[in-house]
């Protein structure tokens, strides 16, 4: 441990608590061997970390920045010398190198960028020493060359100092500001410098005799101040609002401001009436904000005056409610500061929670106990990658290089075959992580996918992505789009053994608000109705049909003998005017709920239900009309039913395993099982299964045809 220390390095008065100071000692000892680690731009840093009210790891990752830049020293090291943590905070920096080098791309947006960066960030106390880093550098401006000058102000001004005021680092913004503005507009800063006809340290002392004179009075008239503090206006922000009001110099009224800060309405006007006692109120510089407030909610009371020596002096008075929402809320002053640029409500409240973590993360005798509140989530929902130009694109979190396509150009996106992250070629639905380049390869032809559409598949996470594909298959043909929504649709009537007449489907058509049948299968095609929903509504409509009338079911049991059955009464089933009947599930067609069905009276066996639409029951009917009477399933039909799913798939170690997977965890019971093998690794066989309705049949099918190697899966009807 180091016995000398200098002057500026923070000690047992700054940091009380041992763990955080001997971190910070640890620090300095590597950065002592290290040649050039502690010259004055190190001094500078540190002193505006520490005023920063920063913890422990931030300023030991301070101490040994430069080194760190320039390779001096390796991440192991600082692991085992000093903390773990402190290497992490560093490489969360090197992250964020990747905005110096975009900001020089003309083509890209600025407030893209401001975005881009706090996404990046891994660590949000990198950002705080970025920004500090950026401070101390334009501090050394005049060591280079005009042009470094040039482009160094100009990233200072578009990025870092707009970084600073959303976060509420008042202190680094105001000086990264003003030196943007010396170097970008010297003529304009020293005419300002010298209009101001006082240096900084004057302008700041007649503010303390302001607050002062203040503090007397208020406490003279027995009124509670939470907080009282004044401001110097800074250069540029004169020079903004001269530029944006058209102002003389001698018209820009808040050079020297005072903010009072109470507890209630009334205060704030008692704290109004001493102002105006004290020094001359300017009439027309009053702005009554709280009786009035701002279209966004903003109320304090702001005048201005004549104070002492004749200089116009501005008082604003709130309270501290009214502080917190004009700082931390919906009218906080960064957002009124940038009226060019349009944020969401939950953009504002990300930066209202960074503002309260890191105006909170200045505890420093706790050193590292907080560690894990800087950890970046504020900015989750958004993911910032690059075209090979380097242009920034703002997609959802998620997004993937298909969305990247989309979000550059349609004609991109509908060309796409192929693209790479990095230089690697990756699947489609690959994730885009923050700071990826994305390139996009493409065919000549336009050639979307319907698969694009289907959300499982995970090609497209962008709503506006997706809306670009349908549109493009809304302009084809809509013979095309009429044959594919069919095709689907009878594969699936297929798969779950329907059958629809003519006459259903056109209900169906009127059910999903179309014209015509064409229309129906046309919007299946684009995607716009899924095909389960339809063919659900389908089966539901098919159970509901109404059946001719036929001789009532007394009459025709008078006529036929009945044996007792030993097969016990299905408690889902219903048969019109007469209980305590026996029936039987056909096994020709396997009726299940809500399908249509018909009773059948056998001699001997009870009732045999069947499918309404069974060949067989065809038949019967022809054979013996007297038979066929009208049966239901009860509303609250429980239980379950036998039937058989036909399964076709390339054979592979396992398969048997996943498939019983499956129907395990969808609770269904496996009754059989037969298999068999064509010779050329084909399997073929039929699982009977007991289902509880023709949803949970869907959804089964559905699941088994997504297992690897299974070509095929519908339900045996026979």
């Known amino acids: 441990m180091s016995t000398l220390r200098p002057h500026w390095l923070p000690g047992q008065a700054e940091y009380p608590d041992s763990a955080a100071r001997e971190l910070i000692e640890r620090a300095y000892d590597v950065a002592a061997t290290l040649n050039g680690a502690l010259d004055e731009h190190t001094q500078w840093l540190i002193g505006s970390l520490y005023d920063l009210r920063s913890d422990a790891t931030l300023i030991a990752a301070g101490l040994l920045v430069r080194p760190w830049r320039g390779k001096l020293i390796d991440g192991q090291r600082i692991d085992d010398e000093v903390d773990p943590n402190v290497t992490g905070l560093l490489r969360a920096l090197d992250d964020l190198a990747l905005i110096d080098a975009l900001h020089e791309q003309e083509n890209n947006d600025l407030e893209q960028l401001r975005k881009m960066l706090l996404a990046m960030a891994s660590d949000m106390r990198a950002v705080v020493l970025k920004l500090a880093l950026q401070t101390v550098a334009m501090r050394r401006a005049n060591e280079y060359l005009p042009l470094e000058q040039q482009r160094l102000a100009l990233q200072t001004r578009d990025l870092f100092a707009p970084l600073a005021n959303r976060l509420g680092i008042a202190q680094l913004k105001w000086e990264l500001e003003d030196r943007a503005l010396r170097i970008l507009e010297p003529d304009i800063y020293q005419e300002l410098a010298r209009s101001l006809e006082e240096r900084r340290v004057d302008r700041e002392r007649y503010i303390t005799r302001i607050i002062a004179v203040l503090e007397q009075n208020m406490q003279e008239a027995g009124v509670t101040v939470n907080k009282i503090y004044g401001r110097v206006k800074h250069i540029n922000s004169i020079y903004l609002k ?3 009001k058209n102002l003389r110099f001698e018209q820009v009224n808040d050079v020297r401001a005072v903010r009072v800060e109470v507890e209630s309405e009334e205060d704030c006007y008692q704290v109004l009436s001493i102002v105006n006692d004290l020094w001359q109120p300017i009439p027309e510089e009053f702005d009554d904000y709280i009786a009035h407030p701002k279209a966004n909610g903003y109320q304090s009371l702001h005048c201005s005056l004549v104070g002492p020596e004749g200089r116009v002096l501005e008082v604003q008075i709130r309270t501290t409610k009214m502080h917190d929402h004009a700082e931390l809320g919906v009218a906080a002053h960064w957002i009124y500061k940038e009226k060019g640029a349009r944020h969401s409500r939950q953009f504002e409240q990300q930066i209202e929670w960074l503002r309260r973590m890191l105006d909170g993360s200045g505890d420093r005798a706790r050193g590292d106990v907080v560690f894990d509140q800087f950890k970046n989530e504020a900015f989750r929902d958004r993911v910032y990658a690059l075209s090979p130009q380097g242009k920034v694109i703002d997609l959802p979190e998620g997004a993937t290089p298909l969305d990247f396509a989309y979000h550059i150009h349609t004609n991109l996106g509908h060309r796409c075959r192929g693209a790479k992250l990095n230089g690697q070629i990756v699947p489609l639905t690959t994730a885009i992580k923050n700071g990826d380049t994305v390139e996009i390869l493409t065919q000549k032809a336009l050639n979307p996918s319907r698969d694009w559409l289907n959300d499982h598949l995970g090609y497209l996470q962008s709503g506006r992505a997706k809306a670009k594909v349908r549109s493009y298959f809304k302009k084809l043909e809509k013979e095309s789009s009429v044959l594919a929504g069919q095709e689907m649709f009878d594969r699936e009537c297929r798969r779950l053994s329907l059958t629809a007449m003519p006459e259903d489907i056109q209900q169906l058509a009127r059910h999903f608000n179309v014209h015509s049948v064409q229309d129906l299968f046309a919007r299946i095609g684009f995607g716009e109705v899924g095909v389960l929903t339809v063919v659900h509504e389908l089966a539901e409509r098919l159970a509901l049909k109404q059946q001719p009338e036929k001789p009532s079911l007394g009459e025709r049991l008078a006529r036929i003998p009945l044996k007792a059955s030993r097969k016990q009464k299905s408690s889902s089933i219903e048969v019109s005017g007469v209980d305590d009947l026996m029936v039987n599930f056909a096994s020709c067609c396997q009726p299940l ?84 093998e064509d010779g050329r690794q084909r399997l073929k066989g039929t699982f009977t299964l007991e289902i509880a309705d023709m949803r949970q049949l869907s959804r089964v099918i559905d699941r088994i045809a997504q297992v690897k190697n299974v070509n095929s899966v519908h339900r045996v009807k026979r």
Not at 618 to 641: C, F, K, M, S
Request: charged fraction near 25%.
């Open 242 to 244: 001269m530029k944006r």
């Open 593 to 676: 709920p809500p399908v249509e069905i018909t009773g059948f009276i056998t001699q001997g066996r009870g009732i045999n239900i069947h499918r309404s639409s069974c060949q067989n029951l065809q038949h019967l009917t022809n054979a013996h009309p007297e038979r066929i009477i009208d049966v239901h399933w009860q509303e609250d039909a429980g239980g379950v039913y036998s039937l058989d799913l036909a399964v076709e798939a390339f054979d592979r170690p396992h398969l048997l395993r996943d498939i019983s997977q499956i129907l395990a965890n969808e609770k269904v019971t496996i009754i059989d099982v037969e298999m068999e």
